[in-house]
């Protein structure tokens, strides 16, 4: 299995956005105070994630996780909010 | 009361960057039904320029981030651009804050009761949509607010909301038949539909935005006539004096700094380098904060 670290900062402040919710592969995890979640997925794959928070830009791209070992992302929301 | 708008369009903060782009778009409406627009945006979108303005006019219009009992202006750590507390200075006006979030939950009816004709906002956040891969949702939003500003102009503020819901309705009923297919479809869906369910028109729903009333003239002859008015009216000149006396202001603050600052360290420099006398340097000294203090003070 390879490990998926996904950090989730707001794009201004570079603050970490806690309980903000990330679908993979079907699977919804929210973020800790941290503004981490980590998925164990199987390698050799591509996989669509999906960030969403309400008060933010949606966050969608295909990252390929193609070996067993940790992977890390940093995903920066841009406020959608007046 | 003059047929004017003002509209004030802050840009630093996101997504501001977005609002003032339609505000952009917003402005060559106002001006194609022959309302004369004053327009602020950016650090000019402040309390201090609104209200030197806002007398004159009888459309206000807010695109930028905002609270439950104000609108921020750009400066959205202070927030202070107008507060339940200004309430009254709308008195027969109508006030329009889109995109503005929650403005119409305590502002809103405090302006109303204050006097406004009418107030359009959202109890609510109102969301910006993006340009993203599969579909520019930033053009959809556009398109819709237009359809709205459009209505504010021509129609009722009541039959400007519903032409705002029926718009949104619209682009809503698209992202519901592609949420498998567009990958951000669902968070536009929900976007849309938060600024749709939750925009409203307090006070008189058959207020109307009236129009100057004046014959079409060229475009060129239209700018040169309005820049003769605007130039020679009293209360242009009296604000044109106040310009004039702030920033003489500022260059007497910026004087006495160089003369109790910069001064002293030049001649100092200038006597060590063998470049003048001790003497010359105690006349400049003693001359130029002199000069500092002719500059006029408020």
């Given at each position: 299995?390879?490990?998926?670290?996904?950090?989730?900062?707001?794009?201004?402040?570079?603050?970490?956005?806690?309980?903000?919710?990330?679908?993979?592969?079907?699977?919804?995890?929210?973020t800790g105070l941290d503004g981490v979640a980590t998925f164990?997925?199987?390698?050799?794959?591509?996989?669509?994630?999906?960030?969403?928070?309400?008060?933010?830009?949606?966050?969608?791209?295909?990252?390929?996780?193609?070996?067993?070992?940790?992977?890390?992302?940093?995903?920066?929301?841009?406020?959608?909010?007046? | 009361?003059?047929?004017?708008?003002?509209?004030?369009?802050?840009?630093?903060?996101?997504?501001?960057?977005?609002?003032?782009?339609?505000?952009?778009?917003?402005?060559?409406?106002?001006?194609?039904?022959?309302?004369?627009?004053?327009?602020?945006?950016?650090?000019?979108?402040?309390?201090?320029?609104?209200?030197?303005?806002?007398?004159?006019?009888?459309?206000?219009?807010?695109?930028?981030?905002?609270?439950?009992?104000?609108?921020?202006?750009?400066?959205?750590?202070?927030?202070?651009?107008?507060?339940?507390?200004?309430?009254?200075?709308?008195?027969?006006?109508?006030?329009?804050?889109?995109?503005?979030?929650?403005?119409?939950?305590?502002?809103?009816?405090?302006?109303?009761?204050?006097?406004?004709?009418?107030?359009?906002?959202?109890?609510?956040?109102?969301?910006?949509?993006?340009?993203?891969?599969?579909?520019?949702?930033?053009?959809?939003?556009?398109?819709?607010?237009?359809?709205?500003?459009?209505?504010?102009?021509?129609?009722?503020?009541?039959?400007?909301?519903?032409?705002?819901?029926?718009?949104?309705?619209?682009?809503?009923?698209?992202?519901?038949?592609?949420?498998?297919?567009?990958?951000?479809?669902?968070?536009?869906?929900?976007?849309?539909?938060?600024?749709?369910?939750?925009?409203?028109?307090?006070?008189?729903?058959?207020?109307?935005?009236?129009?100057?009333?004046?014959?079409?003239?060229?475009?060129?002859?239209?700018?040169?006539?309005?820049?003769?008015?605007?130039?020679?009216?009293?209360?242009?000149?009296?604000?044109?004096?106040?310009?004039?006396?702030?920033?003489?202001?500022?260059?007497?603050?910026?004087?006495?700094?160089?003369?109790?600052?910069?001064?002293?360290?030049?001649?100092?420099?200038?006597?060590?380098?063998?470049?003048?006398?001790?003497?010359?340097?105690?006349?400049?000294?003693?001359?130029?904060?002199?000069?500092?203090?002719?500059?006029?003070?408020?």
């Open positions: 299995m390879a490990r998926l670290n996904i950090k989730v900062i707001d794009s201004y402040s570079k603050a970490p956005l806690p309980y903000v919710h990330i679908e993979v592969d079907g699977r919804v995890l929210t164990d997925l199987p390698a050799g794959a591509s996989y669509i994630i999906k960030v969403r928070q309400a008060a933010y830009r949606p966050w969608t791209r295909t990252i390929q996780i193609p070996q067993e070992t940790t992977y890390e992302q940093l995903v920066e929301l841009e406020k959608a909010i007046y | 009361m003059a047929e004017e708008s003002l509209l004030l369009s802050p840009f630093i903060f996101p997504p501001t960057q977005l609002s003032y782009q339609l505000m952009n778009q917003v402005e060559s409406l106002l001006k194609s039904v022959n309302l004369r627009v004053v327009r602020f945006s950016g650090p000019l979108a402040s309390k201090e320029t609104a209200f030197i303005h806002l007398p004159e006019h009888n459309l206000f219009i807010y695109a930028g981030h905002a609270k439950k009992d104000r609108l921020c202006g750009e400066n959205v750590f202070l927030c202070d651009l107008v507060t339940v507390a200004d309430a009254s200075i709308f008195q027969g006006q109508i006030v329009v804050a889109n995109p503005a979030c929650e403005s119409a939950r305590e502002l809103g009816p405090k302006i109303v009761d204050a006097g406004a004709k009418a107030f359009l906002g959202s109890v609510e956040n109102m969301y910006a949509h993006f340009n993203e891969s599969e579909r520019n949702y930033q053009d959809d939003w556009f398109d819709y607010t237009l359809t709205f500003y459009r209505s504010v102009l021509t129609k009722t503020m009541g039959e400007a909301v519903e032409d705002w819901k029926n718009a949104i309705t619209h682009y809503m009923d698209l992202y519901k038949a592609h949420l498998d297919d567009w990958p951000n479809a669902d968070w536009n869906y929900f976007a849309a539909k938060m600024n749709r369910d939750n925009f409203v028109v307090l006070g008189d729903k058959q207020a109307v935005v009236q129009g100057q009333g004046i014959e079409p003239t060229t475009l060129r002859e239209r700018g040169l006539l309005e820049g003769l008015a605007y130039l020679l009216n009293p209360e242009t000149l009296r604000k044109q004096w106040n310009y004039a006396f702030r920033s003489l202001f500022s260059f007497g603050a910026l004087t006495a700094t160089v003369a109790t600052v910069a001064v002293p360290v030049a001649t100092a420099y200038a006597i060590e380098r063998g470049w003048m006398t001790k003497e010359h340097a105690d006349i400049a000294r003693a001359v130029i904060p002199g000069v500092a203090t002719l500059a006029p003070t408020p």
